[in-house]
């Protein structure tokens, strides 16, 4: 199963964007990125995925490189209340397509 | 309101006992997942199901059963066959489980389980 790889922790100004990155080298064709978030002691909150193309919504983009060995979760404008950790996490297509998660990035945004 | 219901969100018992963890989902979702997580770790997958009567181990199931004999429903059971049972408890659903690596996975609010 590919693995990711993501910094520990990352600081933000209000306001400002923030960048994630997340490595994910040995990831397969048919296996696409998908980007959690999860808030102290509650469920993990989805944000965006992709296969190859940058992807947009209405919470964040995802910018995924052209071999697919690396991507950025971009939020435009960071809140406070982005402050959580974010996961990175590449879908296997088989298990049910379970979600390999490893330890994220905790992302304090500061005022 | 749609959702994932997990109850209850706190639950203490007793080393030796067995303990069963609700999943509810009223989002018509075919397939269901139970995650565990231990502090400063992410997410293993305990055992997944992705249609009614049918359900598959994931990386940890030992120490843990399950049943799906409703759709919206996939209740966990903790034995006391599992050494370290303390932990956070997720549920999830998705729409269509394997036939999509889109098929996004919603979840619960998850319940802290302490084993005294």
């Known amino acids: 199963d590919a693995k990711t790889t993501q910094p520990p922790s990352m600081d933000c100004a209000e306001g400002r964007a923030a960048n994630l990155p997340c490595n994910h080298s040995?990831?397969?064709?048919?296996?696409?990125v998908y980007w959690y978030r999860q808030i102290h002691s509650q469920g993990p909150q989805y944000i965006i995925h992709?296969?190859?193309n940058n992807e947009t919504n209405e919470m964040a983009s995802l910018i995924i490189t052209e071999d697919r060995k690396s991507s950025t979760l971009i939020l435009p404008h960071a809140t406070l209340r982005d402050t959580a950790v974010y996961y990175c996490?590449?879908?296997?297509?088989?298990?049910?397509?379970?979600?390999?998660f490893g330890q994220g990035t905790e992302l304090s945004v500061k005022p | 309101d749609g959702g994932i219901t997990q109850s209850p969100k706190y639950l203490f018992r007793k080393e030796g006992q067995n303990v069963t963890l609700s999943c509810e989902q009223n989002?018509?979702?075919?397939?269901m997942y139970w995650y565990r997580q231990d502090p400063g770790q992410g997410l293993r997958l305990i055992y997944y199901?992705?249609?009614?009567?049918?359900?598959q181990k994931g990386d940890i199931a030992e120490g843990y059963s399950v049943s799906r004999e409703k759709k919206e429903s996939f209740p966990l059971t903790v034995t006391s066959a599992q050494k370290n049972p303390t932990a956070f408890y997720l549920c999830?659903?998705?729409?269509?489980?394997?036939?999509?690596?889109?098929?996004?996975?919603?979840f619960g609010p998850g319940t802290r389980l302490t084993v005294l």
């Open positions: 996490i590449v879908r296997v297509v088989n298990q049910g397509g379970k979600l390999i």
């Open positions: 989002l018509n979702h075919d397939a």
């Open positions: 040995t990831i397969s064709g048919n296996e696409y």
């Open positions: 199901s992705q249609i009614v009567n049918d359900f």
């Open positions: 999830a659903s998705s729409s269509r489980g394997t036939r999509g690596p889109t098929d996004t996975q919603y």
């Open positions: 992709g296969l190859k």
